[in-house]
């Protein structure tokens, strides 16, 4: 199941959504309307941000070779603190949506 059906599932965890992406502004934010604002998108078509979690995936597109972000989820605290995270070897690799509350709900539950 896509992410985008699951927002009432991460609204019920009191879990705010932000995807870093290197795709161009105008192209997140057709994104952003698609997931109707329940998800922010923030474009780093640099990948500076991207480079600095440790997420560049050089010459991962596998269309054009050009760079492109690791997949990844995180879950951060009010206080700045990771508490889960999941990372992929390359940018073709994905986490069942599912399978992603699942693991979030347990690592809130852990927090509390």
Same mark, same amino acid.
């Given at each position: $199941?896509?992410? #985008?059906?699951?927002?009432?599932? *991460? ?12 795709? +161009? ?6 994104? +952003?309307?698609? $997931? ?18 440790? *997420? !560049?995936?050089? +010459?991962? @597109?596998?269309? @054009?070779? =050009?760079?492109? /972000?690791?997949?990844?989820? $995180? ?5 700045? +603190?990771?508490?889960?995270? &999941?990372?992929? %070897?390359?940018? &073709?690799? &994905?986490? =069942?949506? @599912?399978? !992603?509350?699942? #693991? !979030?709900?347990? /690592?809130?539950?852990?927090? %509390?």
């Amino acid at each position: $199941m896509k992410l #985008e059906k699951q927002i009432d599932q *991460l609204k019920s965890l009191e879990v705010q959504v932000l995807a870093v992406s290197k795709d +161009e502004p105008k192209n997140t934010q057709k994104l +952003e309307t698609k $997931m109707k604002g329940h998800v922010t998108f923030i474009s780093d078509s640099r990948g500076e941000l991207i480079a600095s979690l440790g *997420l !560049l995936d050089k +010459e991962g @597109n596998p269309f @054009n070779g =050009s760079d492109v /972000a690791r997949i990844s989820k $995180m879950l951060v605290n009010e206080k700045q +603190e990771l508490l889960w995270f &999941r990372f992929t %070897k390359n940018s &073709r690799v &994905r986490i =069942s949506s @599912n399978e !992603l509350i699942d #693991e !979030l709900s347990k /690592a809130i539950k852990s927090y %509390k």
